[in-house]
């Protein structure tokens, strides 16, 4: 097997396991000798061993003199577990393969750096594009301090989430909806409009075959009309966190806080999507799927705060007055349409998936 074929294995493994490793990356290792597997491993969640150190584990004595594929560069610093290149180095490995560079600055380069100085042959750059995109939210968030924002819709062909009537259940098939769920999974939030709690009253969780990681559910509400029976208020699957003005009634406030949900106070009297960004990213939270209703798409795309567009098109028409994704944002010139591009576009059962990126101007 070549190089690009070990890490090609060695992503796939990592990218099993995104969704469940957050605040920390998805990396999986693998150890090589003389065209032999010793020991493979992954980072399983945030606090636990690193990749490389299960990989190594497993190979023990047998890592002597090998290679070990790692999707990210190797940690030089000592977080919640010692540093991955010490670990490397008394195992006596003799060539270290990596995907990319780690974007945290406590590693940024050094990892590779130290292990050059030990003697060590590193080969950077193997499946760098794979790798960064495997890892696209950790990369965001600690290169910009926010949050990497994904915009998610289930629409008909002619762009509408409900019909004239308000109805919007189901308009993609069950596929795109199990497709759906492994977003959730996979992000840190979840967030949506009131009108979205009034109207649908929805759970908000992950609901796949196998189970799945619960994003913790954010509502925008300016004036906290949302009923304290709604399920994302009672059913305490996930914490609940609601952004509100001073204009909302105290005694609401007090009401949602006895129910146990974090009620955060914004500035202004209106409540701004890069206000409520960077208090997400105080709050550590490194990715939010955006799941609507309209209106808030539409304040995403005005605000042109998404790094990634999700839509699920059923092949179905509404037509006419029925509900349009972006709600009220309006183009009057083409020249002004946002702009961007097709990356992936996958049909699920009778649907198609499209996921877009806007771009850069
Ligand atoms: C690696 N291998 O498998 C992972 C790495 O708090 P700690 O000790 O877990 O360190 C977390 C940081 O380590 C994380 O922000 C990222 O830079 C790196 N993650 N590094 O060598 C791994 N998960
Ligand atoms: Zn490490």
Request: charged residues 20%.
């Amino acid at each position: 097997m070549t190089d690009q074929a070990y890490m090609q294995l060695a992503l796939s493994l990592a990218e099993a396991t995104r969704g469940q490793t957050s605040p920390n990356p998805s990396v999986a290792a693998i150890v090589v000798k003389n065209g032999s597997i010793l020991g493979t491993g992954v980072h399983v969640k945030a606090g636990g061993p690193h990749a490389e150190v299960h990989a190594l584990r497993q190979a023990g004595e047998e890592a002597r003199g090998a290679t070990i594929y790692v999707t990210l560069e190797p940690c030089a610093h000592t977080g919640k577990t010692p540093p991955c290149v010490e670990a490397i180095i008394n195992a006596g490995i003799q060539e270290v393969v990596v995907a990319t560079t780690d974007p945290n600055p406590l590693v940024a380069g050094k990892g590779i750096a130290y292990l050059e100085r030990h003697g060590i042959s590193v080969t950077v750059g193997v499946e760098e594009e794979r790798a960064k995109q495997l890892n696209a939210s950790f990369f965001y968030s600690i290169q910009n301090q926010l949050p990497f924002v994904t915009l998610k819709a289930g629409m008909t062909l002619d762009g509408k989430i409900a019909t004239s009537t308000g109805e919007s259940k189901w308009i993609t098939s069950q596929a795109a909806r199990e497709d759906a769920h492994t977003l959730r999974h996979q992000n840190d939030a979840i967030l949506v409009g009131k009108h979205t709690i009034l109207h649908d009253n929805p759970s908000l969780t992950t609901r796949r075959p196998r189970g799945g990681h619960n994003p913790i559910r954010i509502v925008l509400d300016s004036e906290l009309t949302i009923p304290i029976t709604s399920k994302i208020v009672q059913d305490k699957e996930a914490p609940t966190w609601i952004y509100t003005t001073r204009r909302a009634p105290k005694e609401r406030q007090a009401k949602l806080q006895e129910a146990g949900i974090e009620v955060i106070m914004c500035d202004d009297d209106t409540i701004s999507v890069s206000a409520v960004l960077q208090d997400l990213a105080e709050r550590q939270i490194q990715s939010v799927l955006v799941e609507g209703g309209a209106e808030v798409l539409a304040s995403f795309l005005q605000a042109e705060a998404f790094q990634q567009l999700v839509l699920y098109i059923a092949p179905t028409i509404f037509g006419g007055s029925a509900k349009p994704i972006f709600g009220s944002a309006n183009i009057a010139s083409i020249l002004d349409a946002y702009a961007l591009t097709f990356d992936q576009i996958e049909q699920l059962g009778p649907d198609i998936k499209i996921t877009a990126t806007p771009r850069r101007k």
